[in-house]
């Protein structure tokens, strides 16, 4: 709630015209009739394997999904890329944010929803 309340007062101070939800990914239908959110950002409670798949829907095509994830991230994306990609996850990319102010620096996985149908291999 905090954050959502933040991301809120943050919007509303720079008048970015923005729609803060919470919820989760699985439940977000007010996300999907709005036609997908240029950007979602997601508490990564699972592996990228099942996020991916709940969190992706909700981006429009072009848009992007952020995912706040341990320092394992890097091996993560390695071992399930080509699971990701075929869910859409295109651009998959880690960034570490905090270094040098944070204790323990956040990792941040960051993925474009592909623009058209990823082909699968047969």
């Known amino acids: 709630m905090r954050r959502t309340r933040y991301l ?8 970015l015209g923005a729609i803060v939800v919470r919820g989760r990914a699985e ?5 999907k009739e709005a036609g997908g959110a240029d950007y979602v950002t997601s508490r990564a409670v699972a592996p990228l394997e099942r996020l991916v798949p709940w969190s992706l829907p909700l981006v429009r095509k072009g848009g992007h999904m952020l995912a706040i994830k341990g320092a394992s991230a890097q091996e993560e994306i390695e071992r399930t890329r080509r699971d990701l990609e075929k869910s859409g996850a295109t651009e998959l990319h880690l960034a570490t ?17 592909a ?6 291999a047969q």
């Open 8 to 15: 809120g007062e943050v919007n509303e101070s720079l008048g």
């Open 27 to 31: 439940q977000s239908g007010v996300v």
């Open 97 to 113: 944010c905090g270094v040098g102010i944070l204790t323990t620096p956040t990792t941040v996985v960051s993925a474009v929803r």
């Open 115 to 120: 623009t058209r149908r990823v082909a699968r």
